[in-house]
């Protein structure tokens, strides 16, 4: 069951990192990882999140949870600010928002048992007496489908898919009601990946969660999410409903994303031309259109001005000039 409100409302946000030169390590120039980033998320539901690697997804993940500090813009959680919030208040809020991560091997501390592992969480925000933790660690791991005997074992002891699962258990210890899924299931094999999707989805259902799902796989992007943000270079190019992203694409990046994607449904099966080249540089973006250079629908306006995400239908923007479709 989902409400209107959201749950998250982020506007403008921006981040940038230094560029050190130098033998002197000088930070001459600001790489802008996230350009004037704007979304909502209502509760009990999940954005997607899609571009190719590099494109600033992760960041804008990280930094929606403010694990990295934008330069400007404005986070709101639960109609909270968090921009700006004090560490102490921002270390309480910590609790509600939790990030799941991409990789399930480099992400769980070896030395560390699975009971300390997920158990951590609930500690360090001092939720509970140590037995009461203990039977919540239990209780998540069962709900994970890890066995009772896991408890006590170490993380190099499981497989990749049982790993993920401890990450899991481990960000929803603590009872979030907003979950940063980074790329969860980019490591695992294809076979893993349906279980987890299902896993996620379950939980979702059953603790009312609202996601971001960062992932460049656009399969996994139309199973799991309500609504779909397309990247490009630092800025959302598109975002729509996910069942109008998938049939009815605007922006000539998301159609050559979906050309280069296999199609899960034959009715979406795309004639359109698959991405070709390569992202240009975030230092040093092209003049107009960041996707000009590799645009083949791009014409001489595309070249000196930089479309604004505009409404090209309901519920449906995309930064692109070209006409919406059935207007032209
Ligand atoms: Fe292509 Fe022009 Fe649209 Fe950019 S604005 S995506 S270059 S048609």
Redesign the pocket.
């Known amino acids: 069951m989902t409400s209107e409100a959201p749950l998250i409302e982020v506007s403008d946000l921006t981040v940038s990192y230094p560029v050190r030169r130098g033998v002197l390590s000088r930070a001459v120039e600001r790489l802008k990882a996230v350009d004037g980033v704007t979304f909502s998320v209502r509760r009990g539901e999940t954005l997607g999140l899609v571009g190719e690697s590099g494109c600033g997804k992760s960041t804008l993940g990280r930094a929606v949870l403010r694990l990295v500090e934008p330069d400007r813009g404005s986070i709101r959680f639960d109609g909270r600010e968090l921009v700006g919030l004090a560490a102490g208040a921002m270390r309480a809020l910590r609790r509600r928002m939790q990030l799941i991560f991409q990789d399930p091997y480099g992400s769980l501390d070896p030395r560390m048992t699975v009971a300390e592992i997920v158990g951590e969480p609930l500690a360090v925000h001092g939720l509970g007496r140590r037995s009461e933790r203990n039977r919540r660690v239990e209780a998540l791991l069962a709900q994970m489908g890890i066995e009772r005997d896991a408890l006590r074992r170490y993380p190099h002891e499981f497989s990749g898919g049982q790993r993920q699962r401890i990450g899991i258990a481990r960000a929803l210890a603590v009872r979030p009601d907003f979950v940063v899924a980074d790329e969860p299931l980019s490591a695992l094999d294809v076979s893993i990946q349906a279980q987890i999707v299902n896993l996620l989805a379950d939980l979702q259902r059953g603790l009312g969660l609202t996601f971001l799902f960062i992932a460049h796989d656009l399969r996994v992007i139309e199973h799991v999410s309500t609504e779909v943000a397309v990247m490009y270079l630092g800025r959302i ?1 598109e975002r729509a409903p996910t069942a109008t992203l998938f049939s009815r694409p605007h ?3 998301t159609q050559a994303l979906l050309a280069s994607a296999p199609a899960t449904d034959p009715r979406h099966r795309r004639v359109r031309a698959p991405l070709g080249g390569e992202p240009p540089s975030a230092l040093d973006p092209p003049p ?5 250079p590799r ?5 001489d ?3 000196l001005e930089r ?1 604004a995400l505009a409404s090209v239908g309901a519920q449906h923007l995309s ?4 006409a919406p479709p059935g207007t032209a």
């Open positions: 190019v922006h000539p990046y107009g259109c960041p996707f000009h645009c083949p629908q791009a014409f306006r595309c070249r479309p930064a692109c000039f070209l």
